[in-house]
Each structure stands twice: as C-alpha cells, then as structure tokens.
C-alpha cells in the first residue's frame, strides 16, 4: 500500500488531495489493484475491505502489508479487515534511502578535494550499513549511524569551506533522520535475507509501477490539470479496471 498527491481544484481547502492506491496479491488468485480518493462517496477501508474479499479473504485471516512506514497508511487496512496484521517495511524504500546516504557521502568527496577533512564514513560503512539491515541486524546497522554522527560531530567543530561545512551539514541531518526512520520502524523491519531465500517478498517494488500508471504519468508528474476529487475517483477507477482487465468491452465490471 502506498500514497502520493494530486492538485486539488482552485476553491479547496487543501491544495493537494492524498489518493491511497495498493496491489494485493493472494495464492492462486490475480493481483488485483485499488485506488481511492477522499471524499467520496465509500470510506477507503470500505473499499479496500471489497478487494480483500475479491481476492479470497476471509474475517481474521491473517494479513502482510508492505508500506514506506506510514502508520495512517497500515490503519486503513488495520480498520478495513479487522484481523491480525504483520506490518513489513518495504525493502525498496529502504535501500533508497540508503543509496540516498552514499550519494550525499560522494558529494562530501568531491567538495573535499584539498583534502581538509579526514572522512571515514564512506561506500565500504555504507554497504556494511545495507547489509547490515539486509540481515536484519538491526544494532550493527545502528552502531554504523552511530559512529557516523560522531565523525560528522567531530567534523563539525572545525573550520572547513563553505561547500564542506555545507555537504556536513546536510550529510548529519540525514544520518540523524535515517536513525530515527529505522527506530520508529524497528519493529516493522525482519530479515530480509531469510523471506527472499524463502521466497517470501521483500518488497513493493512492483506496486510502483503500479503508482506510475495510476497516478503519476496521468494526473502528477509534468502534468497541470486540477481535479475534484470525484473526477479523480472517476478516472482512478477506471484506470484500476484496465490493470486488471476488467474494463471489457467498454463496460466496467466491480471497479472498487
């Protein structure tokens, strides 16, 4: 399950409205996609709770939801089956964030070029960090951040140029916020390395995809069109139907 945002008409109170969209995949069954707005008619557990029982659901069987780690996002599922939950942070989510860490140490680098700073926290900390988590060692992982606040810290306290003393900066705000993403998520995250040997899935990657097609090549990215969000319903749905083929003939057939 994931969420992103669309631009509201002119007369809202809000100038984006947050459309919830997910794919849900059971044993034996095709995946099959929702996607909703708010301020319609159905309240989105409701509508989620329709797809869960096109798939083969049954009250309190038991569930694995894939997010970034939004909780409001885990809540509509929590509301809608009523039934024992195991919550998963998505892997793709989390090597993005990763990947965002060694791309910011690369720029520290590179404004390093008179080599006034002696850093440690480099691409071989960053794969022993990805690791790390990939296992679900989540205490090495953390002894890794650890260790590079206070290098940045120790950093810090002297004089450096201006691009140095600014990629420092920022490089410590990112360390501090990915810490604290992987505190409130501890819970949520297993060992990775075990569900993929087991073929059990790590992540939503594919429902990605799924949010390009959606929402994001149609009503977002590098588009300039407002919606009401009943229009939005409108095409979503629509749209939902073409994925999973069931937009036939012209007519659409049980569109949540």
Not at 27 to 55: E, N, W, Y
Not at 91 to 105: A, E, G, K, T
Not at 171 to 198: G, H, Q, W
Request: net charge positive.
């Amino acid at each position: 399950i994931d969420g992103t945002f669309v631009c509201s008409l002119p007369g809202y109170q809000t100038r984006h409205f947050e459309v919830v969209m997910g794919r849900i995949d059971a044993k034996g069954q095709k995946s099959r996609h929702f996607a909703t707005m708010p301020h319609v008619s159905a309240a989105r557990c409701d509508i989620v709770r329709s797809v869960l029982r096109s798939q083969g659901w049954l009250p309190k069987q038991h569930i694995a939801i894939f997010s970034d780690g939004d909780f409001s996002l885990v809540e509509i599922v929590r509301r809608a089956s009523r039934a024992p939950l195991t919550h998963i942070l998505d892997w793709f989510h989390v090597s993005m964030r990763i990947q965002h860490l060694r791309q910011c140490c690369g720029s520290l680098v590179g404004a390093n070029q008179s080599g006034e700073v002696e850093f440690r926290f480099l691409t071989e900390d960053m794969n022993g960090l990805r690791s790390a988590l990939w296992c679900g060692r989540m205490r090495l992982a953390r002894t890794y951040l650890h260790s590079a606040k206070r290098q940045l810290s120790r950093i810090a306290s002297k004089e450096h140029s201006r691009a140095v003393t600014r990629k420092v900066q920022r490089l410590a705000t990112m360390v501090e916020e990915f810490d604290n993403y992987l505190d409130i998520n501890k819970s949520s995250m297993p060992n990775y390395a075990e569900r993929s040997c087991a073929g059990l899935p790590v992540s939503s990657s594919r429902a990605e995809s799924t949010a390009n097609f959606l929402v994001n090549r149609r009503m977002n990215k590098r588009r300039q069109m407002r919606w009401s969000p009943i229009g939005a319903q409108r095409v979503l749905q629509a749209r939902v139907a073409v994925i999973d083929g069931r937009l036939i003939n012209g007519k659409l057939a049980i569109a949540a």
